[in-house]
């Protein structure tokens, strides 16, 4: 793996760099010592998959409120994402930015996002699969998000939003 840091500190794009031989590839997706020797939370205590039907489907942008704050780990394994990190840590020199990526099996690319960051995504193709690994569990009290068109930040989307949950499409403005 070799881990590229964003314009967001903390935040890391994070490239497969598989062996290849006649049978196909092999590639490390996870290494403890590896995220700690970059400063990042080597803590995993939970996965998910997120499954998309369509494309043009947003979901986000979430957070965990403490005590159950948490980075997660994202990578696009079926289908492509516009992947997208905002940094809400007031303290932050990035406060209020955003920085995205395009996720897909092919270019074999992840995205860490560490705490005091939301994070959300929108499909690019129809039947869009993606792994999260996170360093804390879901707790339903703790789920907090920002609106995805929140001038506050002016995320510059590549498509249109053609699918989006209540919930995500009426957080208030941020403040």
Known sequence: MTFHE???PGVFEIH????QDERGYFARTWCSKEFQSHGLNPA???CSVSFNKRKGTLRGLHYQAAPFQECKLIRCTRGAIHDVVVDLRSQSPAFKRWFAAELTPDNRRMMYVPVGCAHGFLT???DSEIFYQMSEVY???SARGVRWDDPAFG???PA???VISERDRTY???R
């Open 139 to 141: 707790d339903a009290g």
């Open 160 to 162: 249109s939003v053609q």
């Open 124 to 126: 690019l193709e129809d």
């Open 155 to 157: 995320i510059d989307w």
């Open 44 to 46: 995993l205590v939970q």
């Open 16 to 19: 497969l760099e598989p062996s």
């Open 172 to 174: 208030p403005d941020f």
């Open 6 to 8: 964003t314009r967001i």
